[in-house]
């Protein structure tokens, strides 16, 4: 079965550099989640997209920034690097019916490293 | 917002024991849904559970929604079990945003 795709897998940058993560979620779900999970921590929800509009909004900083494609694909674009944001980036889809979710999928995670 | 708290933090094993992990949330809610964490990080679902029973093999969860709690049940543990174990809920009411606990890190030793 087809699972969410994340590329790349690692990163590794240099601070006040930029960086883009993409995720491809399961076909025909509608909605694409993003997650930060720093070292012994658990996950953090970011933001949100249903059917390619944002959703829901969590604690994203305002350098990131993050957008839901045509074609589904999501993409999250981190400017101006921190060392604090070195984490592991998990993007999850899950098909929404009707006011409920059932249930999440997430994707093996790209881990950056800014140094 | 809603509060999810795991118990116990931390959990050694001996392979072939039994263990109940649980997880409590503050309020009620749409979602909920076990999580293994491996230690190359990936997350994998175990159970997605916001009421009732379900098994999968060598593991079953319990939700009690009324009670605001649920257990994940680990029988015949493994050394491949060791990782994290994330407890994680959807609070509804228009958001569908993951909230999770802290994990439970449990080590199965030969």
């Known amino acids: 079965a087809a699972g969410v795709i994340q590329s790349p897998r690692h990163l590794i940058k240099e601070k006040r550099e930029t960086a883009t993560l993409k995720c491809y979620p399961i076909?025909?779900?509608?909605?694409v989640y993003w997650y930060q999970q720093g070292p012994g921590q658990d996950p953090q929800f970011l933001i949100s997209?249903?059917?390619?509009?944002?959703?829901d909004k969590g604690s994203i900083p305002d350098r990131f920034s993050a957008q839901q494609f045509s074609d589904y694909h999501s993409e999250l674009n981190m400017s101006s690097l921190e060392l604090g944001d070195s984490a592991l980036y998990f993007c999850?889809?899950?098909?929404?019916?009707?006011?409920?979710?059932?249930?999440?999928?997430f994707g093996s995670g790209t881990r950056l490293t800014v140094v | 917002g809603i509060q999810v708290e795991q118990s116990p933090p931390d959990l050694i094993l001996q392979e072939g024991a039994n263990s109940t992990l649980r997880c409590n949330f503050s309020d009620s809610v749409n979602n909920l849904q076990w999580f293994h964490q491996n230690p190359w990080g990936q997350l994998i679902n175990l159970f997605y559970?916001?009421?009732g029973t379900k098994q999968n093999g060598r593991l079953s969860a319990t939700t009690v929604a009324t009670e605001r709690y649920s257990l994940l049940y680990i029988s015949s543990s493994q050394t491949t079990d060791s990782g994290v174990y994330f407890c994680a809920v959807e609070a509804g009411a228009g958001s569908y945003q993951l909230t999770f606990g802290k994990g439970t890190k449990l080590s199965v030793i030969p």
């Open positions: 559970i916001p009421s």
């Open positions: 997209f249903y059917e390619k509009m944002q959703s």
């Open positions: 999850a889809s899950s098909s929404r019916q009707g006011a409920e979710s059932y249930g999440y999928t």
């Open positions: 076909p025909r779900h509608d909605t």
